[in-house]
């Protein structure tokens, strides 16, 4: 582990999107490349950070120096974050999805002949964020959100994180024209108790730098 002001601190990461399956060979996913998340990872480790990090099907590889728990639902995601508990911050970087589908085949579903589609039932998905900020006992001391909003950013980013519990959220707009999403660029606002801080446009990699930085602050 590397030497910095996160030594001796566990810091849990969640990234990329989640699969939900339909049937055992297709599944509803996200857009979502997992490489902010990754990104974040590899910083905080970088500042010495114990690094737990939890990520769906990424298009990117996990940083190195890190434990990795790969998982694919969001139950599994949940169930990966329960037991990566305790941790001193945590941050939910992922694109959980919010809906499961409920009526999922065990076999490969098939056309039957009759021009009938099949219609698809949804279940809500644990939040596991709102989970873990609301924790009684347990709770890590700083729990860091993420709001990815295509209208009233800063707005709905504000009300997320009242509504959830957590401390910090990191939101960004992932309208398609602003091509963050998949892109290697992020445009982030940080709301938390003290208001709202807006960043510049950099690259994923500064993003995650700046935020493992504001979280050794709060840490120390
Ligand atoms: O409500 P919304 O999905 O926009 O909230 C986004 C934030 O909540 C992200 O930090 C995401 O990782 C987290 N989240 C979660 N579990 C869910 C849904 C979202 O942890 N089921």
Same mark, same amino acid.
């Given at each position: 582990?590397?030497?910095?002001?996160?030594?001796?601190?566990?810091?849990?990461?969640?990234?990329?999107?989640?699969?939900?399956?339909?049937? *055992?060979?297709?599944?509803?996913?996200?857009?979502?490349?997992?490489?902010?998340?990754?990104?974040?990872?590899?910083?905080?480790?970088?500042?010495?950070?114990?690094?737990?990090?939890?990520?769906?099907?990424?298009?990117?590889?996990?940083?190195?120096?890190?434990?990795?728990?790969?998982?694919?639902?969001?139950?599994? @995601?949940?169930?990966?974050?329960?037991?990566?508990? *305790?941790?001193?911050?945590?941050?939910?970087?992922?694109?959980?999805?919010?809906?499961?589908?409920?009526?999922?085949?065990?076999? =490969? @579903?098939?056309?039957?002949?009759?021009?009938?589609?099949?219609?698809?039932?949804?279940?809500?998905? *644990?939040?596991?964020?709102?989970?873990?900020?609301?924790?009684? =006992?347990?709770?890590?001391?700083?729990?860091?959100?993420?709001?990815?909003?295509?209208?009233?950013?800063?707005?709905?980013?504000?009300?997320?994180?009242?509504?959830?519990?957590?401390?910090?959220?990191?939101?960004?707009?992932?309208?398609?024209?602003?091509?963050? @999403?998949?892109?290697?660029?992020?445009?982030?606002?940080?709301?938390?108790?003290?208001?709202?801080?807006?960043?510049?446009?950099?690259?994923?990699?500064?993003?995650?730098?700046?935020?493992?930085?504001?979280?050794?602050?709060?840490?120390?």
């Amino acid at each position: 582990l590397a030497d910095g002001p996160l030594k001796g601190k566990h810091v849990l990461v969640t990234s990329g999107p989640t699969h939900e399956p339909i049937d *055992p060979v297709r599944y509803i996913a996200n857009r979502s490349s997992g490489a902010q998340g990754t990104a974040i990872a590899r910083s905080l480790a970088a500042l010495g950070a114990d690094v737990t990090f939890i990520t769906g099907p990424a298009d990117v590889s996990p940083p190195s120096g890190v434990k990795v728990v790969k998982v694919q639902t969001a139950r599994e @995601m949940k169930d990966a974050v329960d037991a990566a508990l *305790p941790a001193d911050a945590a941050v939910f970087a992922a694109a959980v999805a919010d809906w499961r589908v409920e009526n999922a085949s065990g076999s =490969k @579903m098939k056309k039957d002949g009759s021009g009938k589609a099949p219609a698809l039932e949804f279940a809500e998905n *644990p939040d596991i964020l709102a989970g873990v900020s609301q924790l009684k =006992k347990g709770r890590p001391k700083l729990v860091v959100g993420f709001a990815a909003e295509t209208d009233d950013v800063e707005a709905n980013a504000t009300a997320k994180r009242k509504r959830k519990g957590c401390d910090w959220i990191v939101a960004n707009d992932v309208s398609p024209e602003t091509g963050i @999403m998949g892109g290697s660029e992020n445009a982030v606002s940080v709301i938390s108790d003290q208001g709202t801080e807006v960043w510049p446009r950099l690259s994923k990699d500064q993003v995650a730098a700046k935020l493992a930085k504001r979280i050794a602050g709060a840490l120390a």
